[in-house]
Nanobody, 122 residues
Framework: QVQLVESGGGLVQAGGSLRLSCAVSGRAMSNYAMGWFRQAPGKEREFVAVINESGGTTDYANSVRGRFTISRDNVKDTVYLQMNSLKPEDTAVYYC???????????????WGQGTQVTVSS
């Protein structure tokens, strides 16, 4: 019923920036809290950032706080993740997700995208 498609991933040098986008279709994105998660090889999926329905409340993992910014455009049904000062340890597949509550737990999110690869070189 709800489809999410990530884009904007790629290869970037350490210290550089990328902006990820997630387009939502099927239902209005304003119905959902939106989150970003990531999964590196050999590791479990981890929380990155979350934003509430109106965009007035955000939260971040300690590892990205001060470097990443989540935002949303409810007219365009798109959520963004601006990533600055990228580090090699940020290398992962990044997923966007839609859920009921503005919380960092993956179990809260009903709909997931297929992911986009981010690779940060030394």
């Amino acid at each position: 019923q709800v489809q999410l498609v990530e884009s904007g991933g790629g290869l970037v040098q350490a210290g550089g920036s990328l902006r990820l986008s997630c387009a939502v279709s099927g239902r209005a994105m304003s119905n959902y809290a939106m989150g970003w998660f990531r999964q590196a090889p050999g590791k479990e999926r981890e929380f990155v950032a979350v934003i509430n329905e109106s965009g007035g409340t955000t939260d971040y993992a300690n590892s990205v706080r001060g470097r990443f910014t989540i935002s949303r455009d409810n007219v365009k049904d798109t959520v963004y993740l601006q990533m600055n000062s990228l580090k090699p340890e940020d290398t992962a597949v990044y997923y966007c997700a839609a859920g009921l509550l503005t919380v960092p737990r993956p179990s809260n999110y009903y709909y997931w995208g297929q992911g986009t690869q981010v690779t940060v070189s030394s």
